[in-house]
């Protein structure tokens, strides 16, 4: 492990313009992720639709239906405020209780109609309550055919936008990612994982989640030491991970999106859809937050799938595609470090 020294110069006190700057960065980030995606599909257009929120704050959502590429795919930004902390936000830090609250960020889902082309799912926020701030986030991949190229690919690049900031960022995050992703009432994780953090404020351990005996936690108890990190590193590392989307992403999309496929291919990947909204209806904290906080359902529930189905007890064929992903890719794998034999 790397031991890092601290530096006890370090404040912990966001700057005045603190909100002001995250949500244009926010905003900047739904403009970009927008526009690229807007030319990969080729094309599919975002239809914009604007909203407010009574008890205070409001957001932007974008919507693309029926592309060329992407059978739908939604990329909102929200900014919210308001007196009365969810009960989420009051589990995990007890100490807001009693302090007006601001959150910010920008999600995103992006379902594509080639089976061959993966899910894939993004989400970067910002939160303050008092002297209490914090940012989050992550980006995830969820493919229906396996590629190990493409997992290798998204894994590397986040990866690289992690350690410019922290070596010990992927390692924590990765770990985090798996465990967070994961559905425990079918023991399998949703796809291949990616990045996935929350609660960072620049004290303490890493690992800031619900598993004390979990991998993540253990990998960032075992870390020698944490070198205290301020408002604008984090808000620098923020910055760089949602500009990694795009190189992300987008060369997996095209490298697939011409790929042939049968009705057995749309079938399997309507199903492993379900499981996305088995996720997200069931254990997605920003879904959870969302809806606590009265935010705008349609806005909230974008992340679901046009077309899903259900079958019951269904099993793969040994040695088909569709059993090597639930063999080997549901199955948290060192995908950054991976070699084409």
């Known amino acids: 492990m790397t031991a890092i020294k601290t530096d006890i110069t370090n404040t912990f006190i966001p700057p005045a313009d603190s909100k002001e700057r995250v949500s244009q960065f926010m905003k900047q980030l739904q403009d970009e992720i927008c526009t690229g995606l807007e030319q990969a599909d080729g094309e599919g257009k975002f239809r914009e639709d604007s909203w407010e929120r009574e008890e205070g704050g409001g957001g932007r959502s974008r919507v693309m239906q029926a592309g060329a590429v992407l059978e739908q795919g939604g990329v909102n930004f929200s900014e919210v405020w308001g007196h009365q902390l969810p009960p989420s936000i009051l589990k995990q830090r007890p100490e807001a209780e009693g302090h007006g609250f601001y959150a910010t ?38 493919p229906y055919y396996p590629f190990a190229e493409d997992a290798a690919h998204f894994h590397k ?92 992403y987008v060369p997996i999309l095209e490298k697939r999106k011409d790929t042939e496929y049968s009705d057995r291919e749309r079938n399997f990947q309507l199903y492993r859809r379900g499981r996305y909204v088995e996720f997200n209806l069931v254990y997605d904290r920003g879904t959870i937050f969302g809806l606590q906080t009265n935010g705008r359902t349609e806005s909230i529930l974008m992340s679901l799938p046009p077309l899903v189905r259900w079958e019951y007890n269904y099993h793969p064929e040994p040695n088909t595609p569709e059993a090597e992903l639930y063999n080997t890719f549901l199955k948290p794998q060192d995908w950054a470090n991976w070699q084409p034999v």
Request: with cysteine; proline share 6%; hydrophobic share 30%.
């Open 157 to 248: 690049t986040f990866k690289g936008a992690c350690d410019r900031h922290n070596s010990e960022y992927y390692p924590v995050f990765k770990r985090w990612c798996d465990e967070y992703f994961y559905l425990k009432h079918r023991q399998e994780t949703r796809g291949i994982g990616g990045i996935f953090f929350d609660y960072q404020d620049g004290q303490g351990q890493l690992y800031r989640g619900p598993d004390p005996q979990g991998k993540a936690a253990h990998y960032s108890r075992d870390l020698e030491e944490i070198k205290p990190r301020n408002w604008e590193d984090l808000f620098s590392f923020v910055q760089d991970c949602g500009k990694a989307f795009l190189p992300a």
């Open 105 to 142: 960020g920008t999600s995103m889902v992006l379902h594509p109609r080639n089976p061959y082309i993966p899910t894939v799912h993004l989400n970067y926020r910002y939160f303050e309550a008092g002297s209490v701030w914090w940012f989050g986030g992550g980006a995830d991949l969820t």
